[in-house]
């Protein structure tokens, strides 16, 4: 029995291989289960068997990438350390994750530039866009509490404060995947993040 969960797990994990492959290389409305099929070396029917549509397969990459993402900012908050050592430590551990995991990287990429426009991902976006909102004011809520605390300036909003501080990382992030042969983020993570956390 193990080894059948082992094998369906070993599937489930090739066909999200090879759908981010075609996803990134083709676009998701030039992408066709088949192609995915072949591309993973496995039948149509087992794709269906792990997921319901191409929708659903596409929104299972986004959740996933999305998931590796919040576990870096909850081990980085786990370290505890001052707001502003805090700030940092999630800063950077997010810009490492994107530079050092390559599926995170290319679902990243996919989802910011590479999706198009399809019907059946209106719920998809509308997911992202709400998630969007509730990061906003998670962040926000961070920083009013570092304002109060007397950790961080009291002449800007807490919205201001994450807005700018969002605004910045994503910033980065953007300019290192237009050409990552611009810099290192692994070596210039640390100094990157203390230039906007000393203006906090």
Known sequence: MRRTKDDA???????LKAALNLFSKNGY?????????????????????HFESKANLYCTLIDE?????????EQAMKAG???????KRIMVAQWLLLEEDEIYRDTFILAMFN????PELEKS?????????Q????????????????????DKTPIELANAYLAYQQGVAVNWLQDPTRFSIKESASALADIFINGM
Do not use: P
């Open 9 to 15: 797990e070993m599937t489930r994990r090739a066909i």
């Open 65 to 73: 990438a999305n998931n590796r993402g919040d576990y870096v900012i």
């Open 29 to 49: 409305t030039n992408t066709n289960l088949q192609e995915i099929a072949v591309c993973a070396g496995v039948t149509r029917g087992a794709i269906y068997w």
């Open 125 to 133: 976006r509308q997911k992202l866009l709400d998630n969007a909102k």
């Open 115 to 118: 999706t198009g426009v399809a």
């Open 81 to 87: 350390g001052s707001f502003r050592e805090i700030c």
């Open 135 to 154: 990061l906003i004011e998670t962040v926000s809520a961070y920083m009013k509490v570092g304002i109060e605390a007397g950790e961080l300036r009291n």
